[in-house]
């Protein structure tokens, strides 16, 4: 099973709001990833999780805030987000390994628009 | 620092024809290269990797590609296109990063098939 399951689906929020995007994977990986999206563009990584912690933040402001609760999950908390943070955020996960070339597993993205 | 390069942001190929996709990569040691396809709002499917060996890879979907060394290149290759290969193709170098693998992508090569 290569499957990393993202909810939900689609979000809308205003500026205001506190939200959360879930990520989960079953692959017994020890990395995981979120990445950012826009239209047109590659993805853009944002922070990545090796054994539960948190080992790379690519200066993403504050507003965006990453959980790893466990093995198979990570969140990543929403608050006070502009529309330009309107974007597919992607998760991925893969094996924590000292060879590069490991690949990631991607989620299908959520697709979230700040109002 | 790495970086990917795919010179052909369009390609439109009739059904049936064969394609190829270019990649050019910079990176100081051995590359690590992958090809990720991308559906319209869905997440990134990896097509095939290269790690050493061989420098032709077989992927899923009836893709390959061949890498030279000399030329800095993993080009992507299908024989016949198929009408559902219409999509977003990224092409990556991995590198070892905050105990994850971090991939840089290239800007993306849009194909579009004609019927």
């Known amino acids: 099973d290569t499957e990393v399951t993202q909810t939900p689906k689609h979000l809308v929020m205003g500026m205001t709001n506190k939200k959360s995007l879930k990520c989960e994977q079953h692959?017994?990986?020890?990395?995981m990833y979120w990445y950012k999206q826009k239209a047109k563009k590659p993805p853009e990584l944002m922070f990545v999780?090796?054994?539960?912690?948190?080992?790379i933040n690519e200066s993403v402001p504050s507003r965006f805030s990453p959980e790893c609760p466990n093995s198979s999950l990570l969140n990543l908390h929403l608050h006070a987000l502009q529309p330009e943070d309107s974007a597919l955020y992607l998760c991925?996960?893969?094996?924590?390994?000292?060879?590069?070339?490991?690949?990631?597993?991607f989620g299908p993205g959520t697709r979230l628009t700040v109002t | 620092a790495q970086s990917v390069t795919q010179p052909d942001i369009h390609i439109t190929v009739s059904e049936g024809a064969s394609l190829e996709l270019r990649c050019n990569y910079s990176?100081?040691?051995?590359?690590?290269l992958f090809w990720y396809v991308q559906s319209p709002g869905q997440g990134l499917q990896l097509l095939l990797k290269?790690?050493?060996?061989?420098?032709l890879v077989q992927g899923i979907k009836g893709f390959e590609a061949e890498f030279k060394r000399s030329q800095s290149s993993f080009n992507l290759r299908k024989p016949s296109v198929h009408w559902s290969d219409a999509a977003e193709y990224f092409c990556?170098?991995?590198?070892?990063?905050?105990?994850?693998?971090?991939?840089?992508f290239g800007t993306g090569t849009q194909l579009k098939v004609e019927l």
């Open positions: 990556a170098v991995g590198v070892l990063r905050g105990g994850g693998n971090k991939l840089t």
């Open positions: 990176y100081g040691a051995t590359p690590y």
């Open positions: 991925a996960s893969s094996q924590i390994t000292r060879d590069r070339g490991r690949e990631q597993y």
């Open positions: 692959m017994g990986h020890r990395a």
């Open positions: 999780y090796s054994y539960e912690k948190l080992s």
């Open positions: 290269y790690f050493s060996g061989d420098t």
